[in-house]
């Protein structure tokens, strides 16, 4: 593979660099993602960003204009966001740059770096990732065909090898580790608390397990019972989980909240004269249960660190899929980079010409009315006279572009042009 130049860089961190607990301090929910984004390219060192936090991952995308500096602002943007010294933080940050960083995206979309391999929801957790940055300015075009690749990688992984064909997403096997550490969940009564997508998934995956009596509850009344109906459950006000704790075997969590829902109290009250045990899953960063919870008697907590070593027991099975994906990462890295260097050069160097036509023309036409008394000759001159203007304003500027194609500089000269003359 003929290797590339540019200024895209990855700093993150994942399930496999630091604890849960780590991950909740550094993850990105809401609205405070879009100010994320606003943050980071409003920094000197760089130029487009895409923030992309999952219940595995806290990553920053973005074009640099110099690394080193635009390192130094997202481990701080990261330091901030998790009340971190950088020397606690270090030993959990990777980066990566250039082809390297292309490849790690396209990893991520296709499944290979999640807990879970090869699961589904990745690809929608990159795709609102994208469009999230697209709507606060911080994709432009250096990330926005990055990301339209990554898109199309994670499609192809899925679609040409069966790497997503067993356990398929994180709500499914949060569903298939309970139902392993319980034997089966037929007869057991389940509580599911978040009715969002992972909600969703968590829910259809437990009928599929033969669990018959789902309990659903959600901050939005409205979707807990579209929920319930779906799944022939039933729904308890958001407000009255404690009333139905007690009598629960199961209790599985996947909200966005970003903040502890239920404490050891809380369960404690529920459970004062309850004999039966109950099993937590909670799939939920930052976590909806509060971590002393699996100290009460009777309880047991399982969160994303049981589930990632769960799941790492079944890649043995699925490494020669994985092999295959890592070979359409590889295809498609090179495809980027040929189309990324492609758009340096000759064709973004014709589109500009073309549009800086089209003004001339339109300016012309503009002013026909006053130039309606000139005679063929001088229409000739005043034509010849702003074509040239036109080609001695765009000749640097498309020397340069040919110049530095396939370099860093060449990238940012291309991005740059392409914002400021609005060139798809």
Request: hydrophobic share 45%; charged share 25%.
């Amino acid at each position: 593979r003929v290797g590339f130049r540019m200024s895209i860089v990855v700093i993150g961190v994942n399930h496999r660099t630091g604890p849960i607990e780590f991950l909740e301090r550094v993850s990105v929910q809401g609205d405070a993602l879009g100010k994320a984004i606003t943050g980071l390219v409003s920094m000197p060192n760089i130029r487009e960003a895409v923030v992309l936090s999952t219940c595995n991952r806290t990553e920053v995308y973005a074009v640099a204009e110099r690394f080193h500096g635009a390192y130094a602002d997202i481990r701080d943007f990261f330091c901030e966001l998790g009340g971190l010294h950088p020397d606690d933080l270090h030993a959990h940050l990777y980066s990566q740059h250039d082809e390297a960083a292309v490849a790690h995206l396209f990893e991520v979309a296709a499944g290979l770096e999640s807990a879970v391999l090869g699961e589904s929801e990745i690809l929608g957790q990159v795709r609102a990732a994208w469009e999230t940055a697209q709507g606060e300015g911080g994709a432009r075009t250096t990330l926005n065909l990055l990301f339209r690749h990554a898109l199309e990688t994670g499609k192809r992984a899925r679609t040409e090898t069966s790497i997503g064909r067993h356990t398929a997403s994180v709500s499914h096997a949060a569903v298939e580790m309970a139902t392993e550490r319980l034997g089966s969940l037929q007869g057991r009564r389940v509580l599911v608390v978040g009715a969002g997508d992972m909600g969703e998934g968590v829910a259809v995956a437990l009928v599929a397990a033969g669990a018959t009596d789902i309990v659903v509850t959600n901050r939005t009344a409205e979707r807990a019972e579209q929920l319930a109906e779906r799944v022939s459950g039933s729904v308890v006000p958001f407000d009255r989980i404690v009333d139905v704790l007690g009598g629960v075997d199961v209790l599985l969590t996947c909200t966005g909240s970003g903040s502890v829902l239920i404490d050891a109290d809380m369960v404690a009250t529920a459970r004062r004269d309850v004999q039966h045990p109950m099993l937590v899953v909670d799939i939920a960063v930052p976590r909806d249960v509060a971590a002393d919870v699996e100290r009460l008697p009777g309880v047991t907590v399982l969160n994303l660190d049981d589930l990632r070593d769960w799941a790492a027991r079944g890649l043995a099975l699925r490494a020669g899929e994985a092999d295959r994906v890592r070979e359409i990462v590889g295809e498609e890295v090179e495809r980027f980079g040929m189309e990324a260097t492609a758009r340096q050069a000759a064709p973004l160097v014709a589109q500009l010409h073309e549009k800086a036509e089209a003004v001339r023309q339109g300016e012309l036409e503009r002013f026909s009315n006053r130039l309606a008394s000139l005679d063929p000759a001088q229409r000739d001159a005043v034509d010849a006279v702003t074509k040239g203007i036109v080609a001695k304003l765009l000749h640097q500027l498309s020397v340069r572009l040919k110049d530095d194609a396939g370099t860093p500089q060449g990238e940012r000269n291309s991005a740059a042009v392409r914002d400021l003359f609005d060139i798809g």
